[in-house]
């Protein structure tokens, strides 16, 4: 620009600068606080016009799947497609029912089996995993860093990746066509066990302390101190043992024989591969929906929860 | 009581190893016993019915040399598949719980659910719905309002494409992309502590990306890394998608034909399971490359 810039400043418009600079700063500072905010302000709009895109994009398949399942079969291909069904109908959930028994094994069978292995896999998995996160985080014993550093590598594995070798372990056990073999393979969950035992480490040392002074043991300071204080975690365990469970078709399309041991989403992907008749299609988006809503619902109720634990997932 | 006399003899027993001996006795059998058959299998030709036999290095050799399927489709496209999802989802993760994190407790956790909620649907099952959207015909959705819109004249064959196919597995991934490790950075986000960012400002830091890249990222580190590799077990757990949407295995061209379905094929269709576990754990070795580079960029460095 000009040379005027070049001429030294005097202390006065020094002093002005820096008070220009001040304030900017503040304002800058108020800009920083935005995080968490308590209450709604115009300059969230931003982000909330970031999010109806991706928003739309996320909700519309879900959308397809509930219009989907309450469709009547005549609208199920009726041109030009419509979102919404005019008419709302439970046949494709009849249908799907009433297939079930022609194939010999009834719906109630498939789901049962999910229900029970589900169950098992929950509970089991909370509790061999809280007992070894509880002996990770207070008891001291050899081996104890490495037991936890083979832990953490066993997050990374993508438990795909030994589907073959998990037929020979099955087999060898005796437990192919069992209940049982829905459930061992999932019973070991290195993240559940990573997460509760961060979640008990923010547990006071005093408590556990005074707890031995008190003459507890260590059986009884889990059941009684520990576990009641660390249920956010023990619930985001069981919601992710859950999700693993419920959805898992694998076991009954490998490694299951018997019919009558199947589970559900194993039922309803051989509903989805088969055929592509129009029938079909409704049936399966009320499959898609039987087996999402659960997880979905249980996910809300614990939320909090969830949130509350992933606060201490971080890895070092 | 009798504890008193027994007490040099328990003091060996560690009640310890009952806290810990379940877990580890499970974890030995589904884990670590299975990478180990995996690898010993993986020298051996097995086809479940007779005893392996040991052929050395041969499936590995094979795998390289002459499995073109292997070397064409499933090794490039798994490693384009997880360097598009991988980071992709993991840095539209970070930017959606970061844009999550800027709104009012009721609007978050309303959005949160939404967003979150596809990585709780069943993969093979949601093939249908795509089906639908994707759909060959005028009918499908996505022809549908491409066609009122006037941006094509006739139906596109998006199931049919091995281009299209490859396409469409990355939206499906993208979409379903912000799991647990999107939660973790969520909660990594709004747990930092606010103190710093007003000793940022103080000190003359100007904008917004200043503040995500000096004080946010670096005070979350251990999130951002449970993040990073949640993304990448979920990137190669990825399988079946393109057969699913094809209906047919493989899928035309073997678009979007992944390690694991090239695993699979030959594991549970060919029974050549000694073949298969080569494969898995060429799988293993891939995925642990991908781990190192997540824990060099996000890990805490050590000495």
Known sequence: MDNRQKRPLTKTEKTIRRFKRMRKNRKARFLGTMINPSRFHVSQLKFLLILVPMLTVTLLPLIFIVSHAFKPLDE??????????????????????????????????????????????????ILIGSLAAYSFSFLKYKGKETMFMINQIA??????????????????LGITDTMWAHVFPLLAMPVGVFLVKQFMDQVPRELYEASVIDGANNFQIYRSVVMPLVKPALATVAILAFQAAWNNSGTSELYVTNEALKTL???????????????????????????????????????????????YSGIK | MTAETLKPKQKRFNTAYLFVGPYYAVFFTFVVVLIAISAFLSFTYYDTINFPSWVGLENYVTLFTQDADFMQYALPT?????????????????????????????????VAIILYSPSLTNGILMSVIWKVVFSGDARGYLNYWLLSLGFINEPVQWLQDSSFIFGIMIFVGIWS?????????????????????????????????????????????????????????GTFNASGLASALSG?????????????????????????????????????????????????????RRG
């Open chain 1, 76 to 125: 199920l291909y009726a041109y030009p497609p419509r979102i919404f069904a005019s008419r709302l109908t439970l046949d494709n959930f009849t249908n799907l029912f009433t297939i079930a028994s022609q194939t010999g094994v009834p719906f109630s069978r498939y789901f049962f089996n999910s229900l029970v292995s589900s169950a098992l896999v929950i509970f089991l998995s």
């Open chain 1, 155 to 172: 997050i990374m594995i993508v438990p795909v990746a030994v589907a073959v070798p998990r037929f020979i372990v099955l087999s060898a």
């Open chain 1, 265 to 311: 989403p194993y039922y309803f992907s051989t509903l989805t591969m088969g055929t592509s008749a129009i029938a079909a299609q409704g049936m399966s988006a009320a499959a898609n929906l039987l087996m999402f809503a659960p997880n979905i619902l249980l996910f809300i109720i614990l939320q909090n929860s969830v949130m509350n634990t992933m606060a």
């Open chain 2, 78 to 110: 798994t490693i384009k598949y997880a360097l598009i999802i991988g980071p992709g989802g993991y840095a539209l993760s970070f930017f959606m719980a970061w844009v999550l994190a800027q709104l009012t407790h009721r609007v978050r956790t309303i």
């Open chain 2, 177 to 233: 992309s912000m799991s647990v490790g999107f939660l973790a950075m969520l909660s990594g986000i709004l747990n930092v502590n606010k103190e710093l960012y007003e000793a940022a400002y103080v000190d003359g830091m100007k904008s917004r990306w200043q503040e995500i890249f000096y004080i946010t990222i670096p005070s979350m580190k251990p999130q951002m890394l449970f993040g990073a590799v949640m993304a990448l077990v």
């Open chain 2, 248 to 300: 047919s295995v493989p899928p035309p061209q073997y678009a979007g034909w992944l390690i694991v379905d090239h695993m699979n094929d030959y594991g549970f269709a060919r029974f050549e399971m000694g073949y298969a576990s080569a494969i898995s754990v060429v799988l293993l070795l891939v995925v642990l490359v991908f781990n190192r580079v997540a824990t060099r960029l996000f890990g805490e």
